[in-house]
């Protein structure tokens, strides 16, 4: 009997890579964003709608309040890693990893000191522009949505 540990999906340029049966750790995250990162350029490129779903679900998961999802550890655990990549990495690297991984890989992971590992890798390497007018796009767009959305319920 063979067991399947990983597979990649093609879409179009881009590689989409779903961990199976494995448990994503610090290297292989480490993996899994540089190889987003290379899909990039300096030139802007829309994202691929496949693409732009991921960022979405990535975008509601960390609109989410950490007390909604107390009774869910690993929604928890992928919102407060998330969290963690934008907060104290940056943007950039937060749309890498919305795109590289799911909220469940995240919440059953097992990353170490990612901050510390993702953090030292990207001061490594090259920040493509293209990636930086994604992540201005929808990682702002999202942030506006959701302050508009709290002034409106404090209006209501």
């Known amino acids: ?88 990495i940056g943007s950039d690297v937060y749309v890498l990893c919305a795109l590289a991984t799911t909220a469940s890989a995240l919440g059953t992971s097992n990353l170490g000191d990612y901050v510390l590992s993702i953090g030292s890798w990207w001061q490594g390497v090259q920040h493509p522009r293209g990636l930086t007018m994604i992540s201005e796009k929808h990682v702002t767009k999202q942030r506006k949505e959701s302050l508009h959305g709290k002034l409106r319920s404090h209006i209501v």
């Open 1 to 88: 009997m063979q067991y399947v540990l990983s597979c990649s999906v093609t879409f179009a340029s881009n590689t989409l890579y779903m961990v199976l049966n494995k448990q994503l750790m610090g290297e292989s995250l480490n993996k899994l964003l540089e190889q987003q990162r290379c899909t990039f350029t300096d030139q802007y490129r829309p994202l691929l709608t496949v693409q732009v779903i991921a960022l979405e679900k990535a975008n509601t998961l960390m609109a989410e309040s950490p007390e909604s999802l107390k009774w869910n550890y690993p929604r928890k655990k992928a919102n407060s890693i998330l969290n963690d990549i934008k907060n104290c």
